[in-house]
C-alpha cells in the first residue's frame, strides 16, 4: 500500500463506489498507483501531477467479471471475440465456459488469452474436445457420448493451466448430456474434486431434473442457467420456488445466471426474485448466437436483472465480489488497497427500455447501464462506441 499521495499516478474523482467486499456504497475518490489501488476515500490530497479522471455523475465498481461466456473465437462455431464485447459491456474478466476440453485448451491460452488485454479464465470441459457442435439447429451433444467423458484427461489439463483453470464445466440436458447426464456429472465432481476446484453445471432440459442435480452439487459448485424458463425452471407451476434451490443454497451451491440464447425467462426471474430467491451471480453466458440479443452482453444482463427488481449494490456484488470469491480469485472484485486497479465506469440512463428474455416476452425497463470504460491495472480502455441500445 502506498502512503505517500506524492507518488500517486491516478485518482478517479467523486463517483459514487461500489464495493459490496468492503461495505463501501458512496461518493469517493479511488487513487491508484502503479496499476494498483493505492486509497479510496472522500476528497483525496491531490498532489500537483497527479491525473484526475473525473467520474462525477458515475458508478465506480471493482473491474467486473462476466463468469460465464464463449470466447474460443473462431475455433468454435459459437465463440466470440472477447475484446469488443468486453469493450462495450464495462467488462474485465471474461470467463470461458467449457468452450475447450482437455483436447483443445492449449488452444485457447495461445490464440485467444495470450493476445487479449482482458484477465480471461476458463473451466474446463470434462468432454474431451469441449463445446464441439453447437449451432441455431444444429447440436451434438459433448456430453452424451461416454467415451468423451475422461475424468483422467480433464484432471491433466488442470494441473497444466492452473494458472487460468479455474474448474470443471460440464452441460446436462437432453440435447447435451443426453440419457447420461448423471453419469457426466459424476465424472465432472470426480475430476473437480481430484484437482480441489467447484463444477460449473449447465442445466437444461431433463434428463437430469433441477432436483437431481442440485444433491450431487457441493459447496461452492455453481448452477448456471438458474432462471432457465420451463421445463426445469427454479420455479413450479404456482411460481414458488423449488424447495431443492433453498436446500442446495443453505449447503453453498452458488446459482449464476447465464442468460445465452435460451436460459432466461422473465417468468422464473421475477417469481424467484419476488420470493426472495436472488442470484448470486450475473453472467451473460455470451456466445456468437446471442451476442445480437437476446443476452448481448454482461452489462444488458445485469440492466435486466435490475429492472427484475435486483438491488443496484446487490446486482454489482453478482458481477464483483461474488464471482471472485467462486473463482478462488479474492483478490480481484474489490477495491482493497494493493488489489490490482481493475476499475468498471458505469453510467445509468433512467429512460424506458424493453427487454426480451429467452422466450421472447418482453419487458419495458426503466432504467439501463452503460459503459464509460475500465481500467486493467490501472490501464485505461475505451469503451467500444455505444452499445446496441443507442442505434
Ligand atoms: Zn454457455
Known amino acids: 500500500m502506498v502512503k505517500d499521495s506524492d507518488k500517486w499516478d491516478l485518482i478517479i474523482a467523486g463517483g459514487r463506489v461500489i464495493d459490496p467486499v468492503n461495505g463501501l456504497d458512496t461518493i469517493a475518490d ?151 447426464g448423471m453419469l457426466a456429472l459424476d465424472r465432472a465432481i470426480e475430476a473437480a474434486g481430484r484437482v480441489g476446484l467447484p463444477v460449473m453445471t449447465h442445466i437444461g432440459k431433463p434428463p437430469p431434473t433441477y432436483a437431481e442435480i442440485l444433491a450431487r452439487l457441493r459447496p461452492g459448485d455453481l448452477l448456471t442457467h438458474c432462471f432457465r424458463p420451463a421445463p426445469n425452471a427454479p420455479v413450479d407451476e404456482a411460481g414458488s420456488v423449488l424447495p431443492a434451490l433453498r436446500e442446495a443454497r443453505e449447503r453453498g451451491v452458488l446459482f449464476d445466471i447465464g442468460h445465452g440464447m435460451g436460459a432466461f425467462g422473465f417468468r422464473s426471474a421475477v417469481q424467484a426474485i419476488e420470493e426472495g430467491f436472488q442470484p448470486d451471480i450475473i453472467s451473460s453466458d455470451v456466445h456468437a448466437l446471442c451476442v445480437d440479443g437476446p443476452a448481448f452482453d454482461l452489462l444488458h444482463t445485469v440492466s435486466k436483472l435490475v429492472n427484475c427488481g435486483v438491488g443496484i449494490a446487490d446486482a454489482v456484488a453478482m458481477v464483483t465480489g461474488t464471482p471472485a470469491r467462486a473463482l478462488n480469485r479474492p483478490e480481484t472484485g474489490n477495491l482493497s488497497p494493493g488489489a490490482a486497479a481493475d476499475i468498471s465506469l458505469l453510467e445509468t440512463v433512467d429512460q424506458p427500455i424493453v427487454y426480451a428474455d429467452v422466450t421472447g416476452e418482453t419487458r419495458t425497463g426503466s432504467i439501463r447501464f452503460l459503459t464509460r470504460g475500465t481500467l486493467i491495472g490501472g490501464i485505461f480502455h475505451e469503451p467500444l462506441d455505444r452499445p446496441f441500445e443507442l442505434e
Not at 57 to 74: C, Q, S
Not at 157 to 179: F, M, P, Q
Open 30 to 180: 479511488v487513487a491508484i498507483f502503479d496499476g494498483r489501488i493505492a486509497a479510496v476515500g472522500r476528497d483525496l490530497p491531490r498532489s500537483h501531477h497527479v491525473a484526475i479522471q473525473d467520474a462525477n455523475g458515475l458508478i465506480v465498481t471493482p473491474g467486473l467479471i462476466d463468469i460465464h461466456t464463449h470466447i474460443y473465437h473462431k475455433a468454435t462455431a459459437y465463440g466470440v471475440d472477447p475484446d469488443p464485447v468486453a469493450r462495450r459491456s464495462g467488462t474485465v474478466t471474461m470467463v470461458d465456459a467449457g468452450s475447450a476440453g482437455a483436447g483443445n485448451f492449449a488452444g485457447l491460452r495461445d490464440f485467444i488469452f495470450d493476445r487479449s488485454p482482458l484477465r480471461l479464465l476458463a473451466y474446463v470441459n470434462i468432454s474431451y474436445p469441449g463445446i464441439f457442435a453447437f449451432d441455431r439447429d444444429y447440436v451434438v451433444g459433448e456430453a452424451a457420448v461416454r467415451e468423451l467423458l475422461s475424468v483422467d484427461h480433464c484432471v491433466a489439463t488442470v494441473e497444466a493451466h492452473r494458472d487460468i483453470a479455474v474448474g470443471v464445466k460440464v452441460r446436462l440436458g437432453a440435447n447435451t448430456s443426453g440419457e447420461i
